[in-house]
Nanobody, 117 residues
């Protein structure tokens, strides 16, 4: 079955960095674009970044452009999100998702990122 397991979140001070990981199973990872999303308390889930199946194309929300980097390792069926220069407004639960219609309803448990001094 489809499984998405996010990890790497935590408490970090403003200006700090974190690297999130999303290990997947049950999907054809190598031909699936992947996305990172986040949901802050009281807000809708929003798309943060996407990466093409081969990793050659990436897109970012304006709010994270220049600070976050999405990458993937197709040999490990894992997608990453490197987050630098973190701000309090980046505080949210972060999720990954396979960007194919057949997987669109599958989400992991998410990983909490809290940016606070």
């Amino acid at each position: 079955q489809v499984q998405l397991v996010e990890s790497g979140g935590g408490l970090v001070q403003p200006g700090g960095s974190l690297r999130l990981s999303c290990a997947t199973s049950g999907i054809i990872f190598s031909i699936s674009a992947m996305g990172w999303y986040r949901q802050a308390p009281g807000k809708q889930r929003e798309l943060v970044a996407t990466i093409s199946s081969g990793g050659g194309s990436t897109n970012y929300a304006d709010s994270v452009k220049g600070r976050f980097t999405i990458s993937r390792d197709n040999a490990k069926n894992t997608v990453y999100l490197q987050m630098n220069s973190l701000k309090p407004e980046d505080t949210a639960v972060y999720y990954c998702r396979a960007e194919r219609v057949i997987y669109s309803n599958y989400w992991g448990q998410g990983t909490q990122v809290t940016v606070s001094s």
